[in-house]
């Protein structure tokens, strides 16, 4: 396989680095860039060079570690199980608290030039404020391996605490990187897919709690408020029909031209992953891979979905970061956890460039506020002038009813019901074509505009960030 360009110049820089007396390089690059290819290249040139004797990779889940491990493999030719005859291995950042001393002895043996993938998941400027991955990298790593390579797509973390062997600035707390590559950059070198973020949202809401009924005009206005959270907004039934049912349709486009080409459902916990495999099966008549934490076989079942035509994969906490499956195009986004990291990293398991006919790329999600606000910040890396933010209007009506004859089962999860409140999709308004060249005011237009920071009006009723535009 050939080397991108921005990968070339990236293991250049490395390089350079290295060979001006620097140990440590740390590269962004968007997410389905291909880090992990330039980082087994940069590690194979530096033992053809005779600059180092092992290559130890880490890296945030076993899916990943085992794609490396692969890369490397074929990039040297070589085995990396970390038996006699190995030239290095991939483990998980889990996997360092087991490691032995005659392990970290390598370190004092050999040359070493240590990977490290998603370095955000690793904190600490020094032991006392590490978690235990960061520790270990500083007492271990640090001052002894010969080179490593950091790679994030995300370069923070959620709570703000520094990453493990970064610089920052003074001015701007910003993190230093060696070599960044963005979004824009990845989709005018045909690199990454141009993202399209479709959001459902509502116009029409009522909740009937205790005998009184509120209306909204909004998820956003719904969500301002303490009735309903959103955890059960994602888990209600109707909800998930209406964003599945849209995200089915775009498959079965995309699967004309691509017949392999397939969909991921980030679900939000095991019992919300088979709700959603349940009506998959019920109401679409489409069979899907469910891949959890919990399975001991979950990386043999994403490996097996990688290399298949099967249609839908649902994921909780397993396929959000690093992951590679590039016949991913249609991606729905129903986790309850809303941290910008997280986002753009599910974001990016569609993004990767293949060879297929169609290379479009869509994620469905609810209309939530801080969704949004991310969605807007992709199409602003991507370009300033092409974000273009649009909704899909459904009808929901919430009205109170007694929980053993209406609740559904997401609102029932650990046997708490939080709220007797039950959703019902009356009917859809107009079709995408039939509202794309409205020019008045929305209402749900308003409510964003009012109690989100979000540049541009959102004069469409469909959130699609169609970025199509920043190549001409």
Not at 200 to 214: A, L, P, Y
Not at 349 to 376: D, G, H
Not at 382 to 397: Q, W
Request: with cysteine.
């Amino acid at each position: 396989m050939k080397l991108r360009t921005w990968q070339q110049e990236c293991i250049t820089l490395a390089l350079k680095k290295f060979k001006s007396g620097g140990k440590h390089f740390l590269g962004l690059a968007t997410p389905g860039a291909g880090k992990t290819f330039m980082a087994s290249s940069l590690g194979e040139t530096l033992y053809s060079n005779n600059e180092i004797d092992l290559v130890i990779c880490f890296s945030p889940s076993s899916i990943v570690a085992n794609d490396f491990k692969e890369s490397l493999s074929t990039k040297f030719l070589a085995c990396f199980e970390g038996k006699i005859g190995s030239i290095g291995q991939s483990l998980t950042y889990q996997h360092m608290q087991f490691l032995d001393n005659d392990f970290w002895s390598l370190f004092k043996r050999f040359r070493v030039f240590v990977i490290f993938d998603e370095i955000h998941h690793c904190k600490g400027s020094c032991v006392d404020d590490a978690n235990s991955w960061g520790e270990q990298i500083i007492l271990n790593i640090q001052d002894k391996a010969k080179y490593s390579i950091a790679l994030t797509g995300t370069p923070w973390r959620s709570d703000a605490a520094p990453i493990v062997l970064s610089q920052y600035c003074g001015i701007t707390n910003e993190i230093e990187c060696d070599y960044i590559y963005g979004l824009e950059s990845a989709i005018t070198d045909n690199v990454c897919r141009i993202p399209q973020i479709i959001a459902i949202d509502n116009d029409k809401i009522s909740v009937t709690e205790n005998e009184d009924k509120v209306h909204f005009t909004s998820f956003l206005d719904l969500l301002s408020t303490s009735i309903l959270p959103y955890s059960d907004i994602i888990k209600n039934e109707k909800v998930i029909e209406h964003v599945i049912s849209s995200a089915n349709r775009k498959l079965d486009e995309l699967r004309l031209e691509n017949p392999d080409a397939g969909g991921l459902i980030v679900a939000s916990s095991v019992l919300h992953a088979k709700q959603i495999q349940g009506i998959l099966a019920n109401n679409f008549n489409q069979n899907a891979v469910v891949v959890t934490y919990r399975e001991t076989e979950s990386v043999d079942l994403i490996k097996q979905y990688r290399s298949s035509s099967e249609r839908w994969i649902i994921s909780v906490g397993m396929i959000s970061e690093g992951t590679n499956i590039p016949r991913l195009q249609v991606c729905c986004h129903l986790t309850n956890i809303k941290t910008e990291m997280h986002y753009r990293q599910i974001l990016g398991r569609i993004l990767r460039i293949t060879s297929s006919a169609n290379q479009e790329a869509v994620m469905y999600m609810p209309a939530e506020p801080k969704l949004v606000e991310f969605a807007n910040r992709v199409g602003e890396d991507v370009s300033a002038e092409a974000g273009i933010v649009r909704f899909e209007k459904m009808h929901v009506s919430l009205d109170g009813e007694s929980p053993d004859d209406n609740c559904n089962e997401a609102s029932l999860e650990d046997n708490k019901v939080k709220h007797t409140t039950f959703f019902e999709v009356n009917d859809f308004t107009a079709s995408l074509d039939s509202i794309q060249h409205q020019e008045h005011k929305n209402p749900l237009t308003q409510s964003y505009d009012k109690m989100v920071n979000i540049f541009g009006r959102f004069k469409l009723e469909t959130i699609e960030l169609n970025l199509f535009n920043i190549k001409n």
